[in-house]
């Protein structure tokens, strides 16, 4: 499709698992972001990455989490030891440049039980 | 620390009134400014930006923007509400800085257009 795409879009877990979160972003954005929606709030943001490198990654809460861009074009967010404050919507958004328009995700809905 | 403020929970507007979302931010500098849209079950939708130039900016659906620095108020506007405009708009900044490029999101205005 022509949009950035989120698998899967919706993840049910328990406390303590570990959980991957994919991200694919439209075609030739080189970058691409990554940001956490809970109820009620704004997106906060995450991490954003400028081809395969993390160029800020000070959105991160806890060293639980982590994600990863190995080839510049799809990312996987990972969460270890999830807790049930990690619920949220997981928002990924892709530009085609450093500070051009992110284009978002429908977003990954994340429960932990 | 830097922030952006939507002072309204949820606004109320009857279809073919104009309406208005209001915006502040706190940031250093002189940010780009954003208004997003966010419908059900969808993602979060651009519909305009200001980045300089016009203090009025236009964008889609008919939106637009007015930027006020001395403010830093940047409230979206639309002449003519449309029930179909009902969904929740987010205000985000993004701070000019070499080092970040994360967009930081108010916490969101639900809109409500009423027939």
């Known amino acids: 499709g022509a949009g950035v795409s989120q698998t899967p879009s919706n993840k049910v877990t328990e406390k303590g698992k570990y959980v991957e979160l994919r991200c694919d972003p439209i075609?030739?954005?080189?970058?691409l972001y990554w940001y956490r929606q809970s109820l009620g709030q704004g997106p906060e943001f995450l991490i954003y990455?400028?081809?395969?490198?993390?160029?800020?990654d000070s959105g991160l809460p806890n060293d639980r989490f982590f994600a990863v861009r190995p080839e510049g074009s799809v990312s996987t967010l990972k969460i270890q030891r999830t807790e049930r404050g990690d619920s949220a919507v997981y928002l990924c958004a892709s530009s085609l440049m450093v500070e051009g328009e992110q284009f978002f995700g429908p977003g990954t809905r994340l429960t932990v039980l | 620390a830097q922030s952006v403020a939507q002072p309204e929970d949820q606004v109320n507007v009857a279809e073919g009134n104009p309406l208005t979302v209001k915006c502040t931010y706190s940031?250093?500098?002189?940010?780009?400014l954003f208004w997003y849209v966010q419908y059900p079950n969808r993602g979060l939708q651009f519909l305009l930006k200001?980045?300089?130039?016009?203090?009025l900016v236009k964008g889609s659906y008919g939106f637009e923007a007015e930027f006020n620095k001395s403010q830093t108020s940047f409230h979206l506007k639309k002449p003519s509400a449309l029930v179909s405009d009902s969904a929740l708009y987010f205000c985000a900044v993004r701070p000019r800085s070499y080092n970040t490029d994360k967009l930081i999101f108010g916490t969101g205005t639900r809109l409500q257009v009423f027939p």
């Open positions: 940031v250093s500098g002189n940010p780009y």
């Open positions: 200001y980045i300089t130039g016009d203090n």
């Open positions: 075609s030739g954005h080189t970058a």
């Open positions: 990455f400028q081809g395969t490198g993390a160029a800020d």
